[in-house]
């Protein structure tokens, strides 16, 4: 039997609501974003990390426009890293008004780092209050229902938010997030058999992109947004932006069964920069929508200082009092007029009479960093014995070896005096018998002409299989694989080294500046024993093989575009003798 003595508001309320927010629920009930990049602090609180200065945004989103009671967004963030710890921290508020609900939040977040040496990853939380109520323009006959009451006052509602993000040192990203993990209840009254009841179900946000750096002015940038709901299709969103001159960019976005998009930025300078959206809605809504607008104004606060203006910070400006371009490392470009003797490493020794130009080095090794030759774990500059594997407790050379020459006392008949095995450890006049003087002689264990100072005469056709190798001995980013175009070279570089069985063929591995020292030694150590096992496989006996790797300490040209670290990912190749 129904009762027909029933207050209609009563019901009508609990109705409206649970159908509206039932329609939410399946859809928009968190805020949508079209520029989802400058607006992922919204969705992910592991952003915060990225920042070394303080980034503020204010986003301004009106839905569907031309449509009655349509979305409107404003949003209000801040977010920035700790000074004194690898943590990032931000604060996030909005106003989200749809139809006749209307959501105020604010909340907080923290984040913590990792370095991992190829990029950082981070992990943040973050936590606040929502406010649900209906907006002040709602109208109804009969005020006095309970429901509508309370549902005009609102319901404030706690919210909890984790996510990751990881950023590569190359740019590229990846980010995963989970809002509204609490999955909140509301109920807009105290009769919790009518009330109104919705829950703040949770948004599962995954996120990705890569920019691709096709020239010092021109970068493309694909991303694209997954978002998943309960009992609602997974929503996609493509992006691609386009950088020119790092002052500009355009953009095209699709979002599944929703929108097309045209995007578009400004840097107006260094700390501020505007972009705009506009969605041509491709859903059903289209009939009725005069299409979104979108509007965010980015503030940069703080962070690293550019004391002359020429848009390098400070700390990557060579020159932070001088402006100048950034091909020149912001130094100002010298008048040829005015260029004095060249020293790029400022080691004190002229570009001309250093062997390591772009590195500093003492003048007793020409102008090069000192290595571990022997690889003995002492440096060349302390080893008494720096191509002889010894230990530390006889100065770098070999137990019971006075003279270090590789000959131990008790089989040498001169321990005092350094010599050679075919004459049991005593110097000979002619070691390797080619007519040249050991004491004039530049390659006194191998046998050459006269006209190279002793040394082997590398013919035009010998000198072109090393230069055709080592052209071709370049890397891809934080990779240690030989490419496929080189093996042919290096297949005739071992023919070469067999036909030669007393030459030697040195192996020095380099890295660009990208990750940190330990990262890129190791990393240049892979490239040389990748090409130390191809040529070792291919029958060149180890001894004829010596290797060493710098990471980035002795760069070919300096780092200042991915051009020029292109140039710098690479193992040299240079033929010695004994």
């Known amino acids: 039997m129904f009762d027909y003595n029933f207050e209609p508001m009563k019901y009508f309320i609990p109705f409206f609501l649970l159908l509206f927010w039932g329609n939410m629920a399946l859809g928009q009930q968190y805020p949508l974003f079209t520029n989802y990049i400058l607006n992922d602090f919204g969705f992910n609180p592991a952003i915060p990390g990225n920042k070394d200065y303080l980034d503020v945004k204010m986003t301004y989103r009106t839905q569907w426009t031309g449509l009655e009671q349509a979305p409107q967004t404003q949003i209000l963030s801040g977010q920035g ?52 109520r209906l907006d002040n323009g709602f109208f109804v006959e009969n005020n006095t229902d309970p429901t509508l009451a309370n549902a005009m006052d609102g319901k404030w509602t706690p919210d909890f ?3 990751t993000y990881l950023l590569l040192n190359n740019g590229a990203f990846i980010g995963f997030s989970v809002p509204q993990i609490l999955n909140q209840k509301i109920n807009f009254n105290t009769d919790t058999q009518i009330g109104t009841r919705t829950h703040l179900v949770p948004h599962y946000y995954a996120m990705a992109g890569y920019p691709f750096k096709l020239s010092e002015n021109f970068t493309l940038e694909p991303s694209v947004l997954f978002k998943v709901t309960e009992a609602a299709p997974i929503q ?11 002052k500009y960019w355009v953009g095209a976005s699709f979002r599944m069964h929703d929108a097309a998009t045209a995007m578009l930025g400004y840097e107006i300078n260094r700390r501020m920069s505007l972009a705009y959206a506009f969605d041509y809605t491709t859903s059903g809504l289209r009939v009725a929508s005069n299409g979104t607008h979108e509007i965010t104004l980015n503030l940069r606060l703080g962070g690293p200082k550019d004391s002359d203006g020429d848009g390098i910070l400070d700390p990557d400006d060579e020159c932070p009092e001088k402006p100048g371009p950034e091909a020149n490392n912001g130094c100002p470009e010298e008048k040829e007029e005015d260029k004095g003797p060249a020293d790029r490493d400022k080691d004190g020794i002229l570009d001309e009479d250093d062997k390591c130009p772009d590195t500093p080095g003492p003048e007793q090794n020409q102008g090069c960093p000192y290595g571990d030759r022997d690889k003995d774990g002492i440096r060349d500059e302390v080893d008494d014995c720096p191509d002889v594997y010894g230990l530390a407790e006889y100065k770098g ?15 040498d008949k001169c321990p005092e005096v350094p010599g050679h095995i075919k004459n049991q ?92 020292d330990l990262y890129n030694i190791e990393l240049s150590k892979k490239r040389v024993e990748g090409v130390l096992f191809y040529l070792m496989n291919r029958g060149v006996p180890r001894r004829q093989l010596v290797t060493e790797y710098y990471g980035e300490a002795v760069p070919a040209v300096p780092n200042v575009d991915e051009k020029h670290r292109q140039l710098n990912r690479r193992v040299e190749l240079k033929f010695i003798w004994d």
């Open 425 to 516: 450890g005593c110097p000979l006049d002619d070691s390797d018998g080619d007519g040249v003087r050991d004491k004039d002689d530049e390659c006194p264990e191998t046998a050459g002409v006269a006209e190279r100072n002793g040394c082997p005469k590398v013919t035009d056709e010998e000198r072109e299989i090393l230069d055709l190798a080592l052209r071709n001995l370049y890397y891809d980013v934080d990779k240690y694989e030989i490419r496929e175009e080189a093996l042919p070279f290096l297949d005739k570089l071992a023919e070469l080294m067999l036909k030669h069985p007393d030459w030697k063929l040195r192996l020095t591995g380099h890295t660009d500046d990208r990750a940190d």
């Open 236 to 246: 996609y969103d493509f992006s691609m932006r386009a950088f020119f001159n790092k």
């Open 397 to 411: 050379c070999p137990k019971d070896d006075k003279d270090g020459d590789g000959i131990l006392d008790n089989a």
């Open 161 to 163: 938010s984790v996510g």
């Open 81 to 132: 890293v700790l000074k004194s710890l690898p943590m990032g921290v931000g604060g996030y508020l909005f106003n989200d008004v749809a139809g006749q609900i209307k959501r105020t939040g604010i909340s907080g977040a923290i984040c913590y780092g990792l370095d991992l040496g190829v990029g950082t990853l981070d992990f943040g939380v973050s936590g606040g209050f929502y406010r649900f």
